[in-house]
């Protein structure tokens, strides 16, 4: 397996694809996939496109879907939800869809969505993304993290990181086999660091501090855990994303 990462969908090769993608959001896009899909959400449709979400979503009745959408951290007016994990419990969202769009999650995901096979990721499910991997062995696996608006981001490059490293120790092998680029060793470095203050990381990190600016800190002390909830969203067709134990029985 040749593993590599990408610290904004812009830095990511557009004449080819991996047999596996991993789009990364922390904050909060891919937390909210994982978290809504574990709370029963029959799938998640994502847009980088508000008009077009509200298009998409219009021949779904009002009780089986769910419109969310955020910009700049905020709710956009008229939606349902903005982007917080938190919303996402079963009573709000259990059987039915939930159309989001996002400043830099979703367009990560549109980015890689021509790949074989699309996971979202996050820290909240990042073992349930190793042992996929280590289930069905891609040769091939970028991780692109979503970053701000074109720039790096702190909290998707050290989730990227902790994929990576959990992924080399469950491998045994070594990190110059693993690496595809350079980046995997700086997120892997970067991870080893902080693996025990992710909180403290989320809070230094702008996109971060931006979201305490909307008194979203109990998004930021969820978004921080590791390992919670044994979830993967995998796409179904380019854009829908299931999770991966009902789409088993859907097939
Ligand atoms: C994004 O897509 O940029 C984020 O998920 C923004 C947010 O925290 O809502």
């Known amino acids: 397996m040749k593993l590599s ?48 979400l509200l298009k998409v979503s219009e021949s779904w009745s009002p009780d089986k879907r769910i419109r969310a959408g955020e910009r700049g951290g905020a709710k956009v007016k008229g939606f349902d939800f903005g ?8 009573e709000r969202v259990k059987g039915r869809r939930l159309f989001i769009s ?18 979202a990721a996050a820290l909240i499910n990042r073992q349930a993304v190793v042992d996929y991997l280590l289930k069905h062995q891609p040769e091939t696996v970028w991780i692109v993290a979503s970053g ?6 702190l909290e998707d490059t050290v989730c990227a990181g902790a994929i ?10 070594s990190l110059e086999n693993l690496a595809g680029n350079d980046e995997v060793i700086g997120a892997i470095t ?23 600016s909307l008194d979203c800190h109990e998004d930021l002390k969820y978004c921080s855990q590791t390992d919670i909830l044994d979830v993967l969203p995998i796409q179904r067709e380019p854009g829908v994303l299931m999770n991966s134990q009902s789409l088993v029985t859907v097939r």
């Open 5 to 52: 990462v990408f610290h904004t969908p812009e830095l990511t090769p557009e004449t080819t694809v991996a047999n596996c993608a991993i789009a990364v959001d922390v904050l909060r896009a891919t937390s909210t996939i994982v978290t809504a899909l574990s709370a029963g959400a029959e799938a998640v449709q994502v847009f980088s496109d508000l008009d077009q």
């Open 83 to 90: 982007n917080s994990p938190l919303d996402c419990t079963p």
């Open 102 to 119: 996002t400043t830099n999650g979703t367009r990560a995901l549109q980015c890689v969505q021509a790949a074989p096979m699309v996971l």
């Open 148 to 153: 701000w608006e074109g720039n790096f981001s």
């Open 164 to 173: 990576a490293h959990r992924l080399q120790t469950e491998l045994g092998c």
């Open 190 to 212: 970067l991870y080893q660091q902080w693996q025990n203050r992710l909180h403290d990381l989320l809070r230094y990190a702008s996109h971060g501090k931006r979201l305490l």
